[in-house]
């Protein structure tokens, strides 16, 4: 292993001092940034969201509260109402799939679908390991050149505005060096997975929902342990950096709040999927 590495920075010497420079300044970052920074006070629409939900839940918790809610809140209330029903049906759904795989393998064979990798012969771990460090030495080049923005024009964006930027600026870099090396090796961007299977493109919509109804019961479960082992030991996980975000920029940047929806719920789920199912599975 050790000889593949030598030859492979003899082959490719620039990715050495690529990969010397990240480590450097990783280690500069982390040495001499790692002074005890004084804990930032919530901002006021965070704490007043958190002193919301505490509300909301004081008062769901009391006996007749949801029909004093659906009084006040027809709309709202139904909604909920649809919602929960939705997704006792689809947790009921899923375990009735899971029985008849059980008990009826045969019944899911319809469902089997083409899962023969794309020709990936050509593609090296140096391939991944190319992507990886050049995504590093970009997210210290990029936060580097936001910052630098921030501070000769602190008008133009706020902190929530400079990381969903600089979140959207990775992701493409990332699938754009993903697809060079893919087509440096000789492959096409649909060998990522980005192709129809000759089965049908409904059908394969039709797959993917019965597999994640499947999953759903076993997914429950986990959140329910999670949430138990969590209220047991008082632990409260801290908030997802896009939930601050649709909370503090709902009035002052609605604009962030589109982008970050689309983030959470679009591009970071679609580069994801492209980046480890499509580029490191096959390579692995």
Request: proline share 6%; aromatic share 18%; hydrophobic share 55%.
């Amino acid at each position: 292993m050790l000889r593949s590495i030598r030859l492979f920075f003899e082959k490719e010497p620039k990715y050495f001092w690529i990969s010397l420079a990240v480590m450097v300044l990783y280690g500069g970052l982390f040495f001499f940034s790692h002074s005890p920074k004084p804990a930032s006070a919530a901002s006021k629409d965070i704490a007043h969201f958190r002193d919301a939900a505490e509300k909301w839940n004081k008062d769901m918790n009391r006996a007749g509260a949801f029909a004093d809610f659906a009084k006040r809140e027809p709309v709202g209330a139904s909604l909920f109402a649809a919602m929960t029903l939705f997704f006792i049906a689809a947790l009921m759904t899923g375990g009735v799939l899971d029985a008849l795989f059980v008990w009826k393998p045969a019944f899911f064979r319809k469902f089997q679908t083409d899962l023969s990798p794309p020709p990936t012969q050509a593609w090296s771990f140096s391939m991944l390991f190319k992507v990886v460090i050049l995504f590093m030495l970009a997210g210290i080049v990029v936060s580097f050149l936001m910052g630098l923005m921030s501070a000769l024009f602190p008008t133009w964006g706020s902190e929530n505005c400079y990381m969903i930027f600089h979140t959207l600026i990775l992701n493409a870099l990332c699938v754009y060096w993903v697809v060079h090396f893919v087509k440096r090796s000789g492959g096409a961007w649909q060998d990522l997975g980005l192709r129809i299977p000759g089965t049908g493109f409904f059908r394969e919509i039709g797959v993917g929902f019965v597999g994640y109804l499947r999953v759903l019961p076993f997914f429950a479960g986990m959140i329910a342990v999670l949430l138990a082992f969590a209220s047991f030991f008082h632990y409260e996980p801290p908030a997802h950096p896009l939930v601050n975000v649709l909370i503090e920029e709902e009035k002052r940047a609605p604009y962030l709040m589109v982008l970050s929806v689309l983030l959470g719920t679009v591009v970071g789920p679609l580069i994801e999927e492209i980046f480890f199912r499509g580029f490191c599975y096959p390579i692995f």
